[in-house]
DNA sequence: AGGATTTAGTTTGAGTTGAAACTAGTTCGT
DNA sequence: ACGAACTAGTTTCAACTCAAACTAAATCCT
């Protein structure tokens, strides 16, 4: 018969169990979920949102940079940089200066205002990675960061 | 000196190395970009993004369940669940009935065009974790799964 | 030299995301 | 029994995301 364990009331009814494969699936997503909404915590406590942040942790460590290259970094479409980089421009905390050897390209720096938000701070995404990297057996975090990458790759190959 | 590595011309210029923190940001950022990516073309193609597919999935497995159950189960905010929710209903895919035992509570159902899109299919997340999955050390992905969750958990509990 | 192709970046459009504010229904406390 | 507290879900808002279409500049090819 089979018919059991639906929730037909959504209470008391523990959490279902899924397949290995949905259950990595759902760590994914869930991940990228939390990521956004540490994000957004960031935006109301601090004024900045983590791409944002990482944007100026990353002009900072490379400054003069093309958004190309940035979006490149930070595995982004260069449309998503446009807008993030306009509303870090709208701060005054980034100044897009035009390439003298290519008209097309700008080159990216941040401005005293920028620059003095470039520093590790505790309750950011890279605070959080720090912590738990910090306390996992390297073997661990290698074997992680193997699967990850090529799950990485195998997604971007479907293109 | 050490003012060098500046890459003030965008072309040519190997990515530079980040440290092993930043390193881990970038894939589960890009991890997320990328099934984003996924989601996209899938809807081009198919006509239903990726969460939307999770969502038909998901009531498929579990007809009646309710949408608090379901922003749950795929670790996302229930106001997030509302407009995928609002697609799929005015696509005809998915139902909501009125629970009768508590009338605040909706439960969710697939129609029977919702009910022919509900099996796997290739060139989704799902196929490519499978593959990825399939093709690893199962050490590795064991340890993959408990970083990750170890992650998601700090980042959970900034609450 | 001059037109065709390629490249860098932005704009526009639809979807997803979390938080806060809100509505409506249920449960609790006395 | 009835008002207070709580719970389920939606709406509104700003930001992010990719893709496609677009602009402008550089390079390529005769």
Redesign the pocket.
């Known amino acids: 018969m089979s018919r059991a364990r639906v929730p037909e009331n ?2 008391s009814v523990p959490l279902p169990p899924l397949g290995p494969v949905l259950e990595f699936m759902r760590l994914i ?2 991940l ?10 960031m ?2 406590s601090k004024g ?5 942040r990482l944007v100026i942790r990353l002009v900072g460590r490379f400054p003069g940079i ?6 490149e970094l ?14 870090l421009e709208r701060k005054k905390l980034l100044e ?1 200066r035009r ?1 003298p ?8 720096g941040l401005t005293a205002a920028g620059r003095a938000l470039d520093s590790p701070s505790p309750f950011t995404v890279e605070a959080a990675v720090e912590r738990v990297l910090a306390g996992s057996h390297p073997s661990h975090v290698e074997s992680a960061k193997a699967i990850l990458s090529r799950v990485v790759q195998t997604l971007g190959e479907v293109d």
Chains 1, 2 share one sequence.
């Open positions: 959504g209470r997503w869930g990228g979920h939390l990521l956004e909404r540490t994000s957004k915590r935006k109301a900045l949102t983590g791409p944002q093309p958004p190309g290259r940035l979006a930070m595995l982004v479409h260069p449309s998503t940089l446009s807008g993030v980089l306009r509303r897009r390439d050897n290519d008209a097309r390209r700008s080159l990216l």
